[in-house]
């Protein structure tokens, strides 16, 4: 079966040797799931880099941010009975969560977004305090006005919630704290306010009753939210049955504001489908794709750190053009385009 997706010939673009480590310390794992935006004629991106130590026979090595905000090596034995280390991304200790890599935010840019480099001047974005121990990981950016709104995945022992800086030129940023409590993340701020109010999605999860769905939320300022709605759910038996979750901003078209999304079955295989909302109340789910427009059949997106994953956060539109940048088996980050109307010919009503 094959999907509607034109991958860049290129692709992987970016691998984690392309890139060095934050510190001699440190080795990276993974390239994954970059935010994207336009700044200054250029393409951008605002990439996930997961690092760790080398590992030792015997022993598991994890980093995180002490309260002193610098990076801390936690090691265990492998034969330690309160150990659980069955995930390669996540391991139990003693009845706690610790995730195996620390992520930043690396920005990179480029002249024809494929070929991306590491501009002078701009730093990365790391973690900041208790509620980002472990790392920020898997950014979106939405524009407004002049305003760029970053949402992204903090993650610390007390939970993974979202939390959001704004800039307007790169280098000077604002914090703005974490505005979706846990459990949750997959937050996409509208890059246009409706009837006045900001709108962004977000995925909390609730295992016990309910599960891992996209829900819809307004603000009057973009930091404070409310009027919570469940949007989007999972089918039982398709593609995604076991979680969605929100990619990039949503796409203003005539026909409604188009959001690419990602979907998981039980057996962790991620695929990228389509809703359509209503464009003067996102609340209103119009139509949905049945079928996958991306899955995951190329070598790079079938085997990696963690593999059959294709994951997007990020976009550029150029009229019917998406170029689509994406994630691929958790270590490398790849591009595709789609022709909008081709998605939106997809949709269907039948919910």
């Not at 030792?56 to 090691?75: A, D, Q, R, T």
């Not at 930043?104 to 590491?118: E, K, N, P, Q």
Request: with cysteine; hydrophobic share 40%; charged share 20%.
């Amino acid at each position: 079966m094959s999907d509607i997706a034109q991958r860049f010939p290129e692709n992987p673009i970016l691998i984690p040797k392309d890139l060095k480590p934050s510190s001699p310390d440190l080795q990276i794992i993974s390239l994954l799931n970059p935010g994207v935006f336009v700044f200054e004629n250029k393409t951008w991106l605002l990439v996930r880099v997961a690092e760790s130590i080398a590992q030792k026979e015997g022993v598991i090595f994890f980093p995180v941010i002490n309260e002193l905000g610098k990076v801390e090596i936690i090691e265990i034995p492998l034969n330690d009975p309160d150990l659980v280390a069955t995930d390669p991304r996540v391991i139990q200790y003693k009845g706690l969560d610790y995730l195996t890599t620390l992520s930043h935010l690396r920005i990179l840019c480029s002249d024809d977004g494929v070929h991306f480099y590491a501009p002078e001047s701009f730093n990365s974005l790391f973690g900041s305090g208790i509620l980002e121990q472990f790392g920020i990981e898997d950014a979106r950016v939405s524009k407004l006005d002049d305003t760029y709104y970053i949402t992204y995945t903090a993650v610390s022992s007390n939970g993974v919630g979202v939390g959001l800086r704004t800039t307007r030129d790169w280098k000077n940023f604002e914090t703005k704290g974490m505005i979706f409590p846990p459990h949750n993340k997959d937050c996409a701020i509208f890059e246009e306010k409706i009837n006045g109010k900001f709108y962004a999605l977000h995925r909390p999860s609730s295992p016990q009753i309910g599960g891992n769905f996209i829900w819809l939320a307004e603000s009057p300022d973009g930091v404070h939210w409310g009027n919570h709605q469940f949007l989007v759910g999972t089918r039982k038996g398709l593609w995604d049955s076991a979680r969605v979750g929100a990619g990039a901003a949503p796409i203003k078209t005539d026909k409604g504001w188009l959001e690419i999304y990602h979907g998981a079955n039980a057996e962790h295989k991620y695929c990228l489908g389509a809703f359509l909302m209503d464009l003067n109340d996102p609340s209103k789910v119009i139509a949905r794709t049945l079928e996958p427009i991306m899955m995951p059949q190329e070598n790079y997106e079938l085997s990696g750190f963690f593999g059959y994953v294709v994951f997007t956060n990020g976009h550029v539109v150029e009229g019917d053009k998406l170029i689509m940048y994406y994630g691929a088996a958790d270590e490398f980050v790849c591009g595709a385009y789609f022709s909008i109307e081709e998605i939106l010919s997809a949709l269907i009503t039948e919910l």
